[in-house]
């Protein structure tokens, strides 16, 4: 397997303080690889080693095949990096400051800039600094964009996005995805997007890395059977192998139970009782991450 971005042991310090723990990370080429975590997880710090921007204590990696403790300026010159707070030369023109930035690439794209101007409704005549934050992102990644990146490293992108323009945001990623082969390495808080964008994840708390792998994996690993019950259930029903947590919704008979193996003898236990619904589904990409957090809280 190609590797856009590739990381052994990877660690950074702040004043003593260890804010991220020996990350080993594999960014499939072509991949579109979300990095989830709390505030304060160590996501952004880790996009900043990968694109150059910060020093690693310990630990190394490569980006694009590119050493990131010595090659940070070549890196930066094939990925497209997006900041969380992203920071331009306010006082030109949403029109002047995309010619700024395109005289410094060969590879400008101008199709794309028009076509994304249009899409996201700029104002190419508006300075930036009048611009409000869900503007500036959108700025951000036509900058991030146009110059062809083989790597695109986006830090919580969508924030002061609505609805609407959030979809359109990843869209467009999409777009380029399909098109080119652009390796997309993504942090961001709006999971459902993640969950229908990204094929890769990585979750971390406390600058730690607790999971990654394929999302299909991911998803695939637990099952959830939801289950009211005419009567209450023996409670054996629950203790067979396979089930990890059983919640009770309210006082009634309605249950989650969440299963990790054996789900078709699960369900058959659950058959035999008496019922009036039963269904077998999938938990969304925020019930995963949310046990994968109690799991690691759990543990400390």
């Not at 990644?141 to 959030?166: H, M, N, Q, S, V």
């Not at 394929?214 to 998803?219: G, H, K, Q, S, V």
């Not at 077998?280 to 809280?297: A, C, T």
Request: with cysteine; proline share 6%; glycine share 10%.
């Amino acid at each position: 397997m190609s590797l856009a971005v590739e990381t052994w042991s990877l660690s950074k310090n702040f004043g003593g303080a260890r804010v991220l723990h020996e990350i080993s990370l594999a960014v499939p080429r072509g991949s579109v690889f979300a990095l989830l975590g709390p505030n304060g997880s160590g996501k952004s710090t880790l996009l900043k080693l990968l694109i150059g921007l910060q020093s690693p204590s310990a630990g190394g990696g490569l980006c694009l095949g590119l050493d990131i403790l010595t090659r940070a300026e070549e890196i930066r010159e094939k990925a497209g990096y997006l900041s969380e707070e992203p920071r331009f030369y306010g006082y030109m023109t949403v029109r002047q400051l995309l010619r700024f930035t395109g005289g410094f690439y060969l590879r400008w794209d101008r199709e794309l800039v028009e076509r994304c101007l249009e899409q996201f409704a700029l104002p190419p005549r508006a300075k930036v600094h009048e611009l409000s934050q869900g503007m500036k992102n959108q700025l951000g990644l036509i900058l991030a964009l146009a110059p062809r990146p083989e790597l695109l490293i986006l830090d919580e992108p969508t924030t002061g996005f609505d609805p609407i323009k959030r979809r359109l945001f990843f869209s467009i990623i999409m777009q380029e995805v399909a098109a080119r082969g652009v390796t997309v390495l993504m942090t961001s808080h709006h999971l459902d997007e993640v969950e229908r964008s990204a094929d890769h994840v990585a979750l971390l708390r406390g600058g730690r890395l607790i999971h990654t792998g394929p999302m299909d994996a991911l998803r695939g690993g637990t099952k959830e059977i939801r289950a009211v019950f005419q009567k209450d259930p023996p409670p054996e029903l629950f203790e067979q192998p396979g089930v990890s947590r059983v919640e009770r919704e309210g006082k009634g008979r309605a249950y989650r139970i969440f299963v990790t193996a054996n789900l078709e003898e699960i369900w058959q236990a659950c058959a035999s009782q008496p019922h009036y619904a039963l269904e077998s589904i999938g938990p969304d990409l925020e019930e995963i991450f949310m046990r994968f957090i109690g799991e690691v809280k759990a543990n400390d």
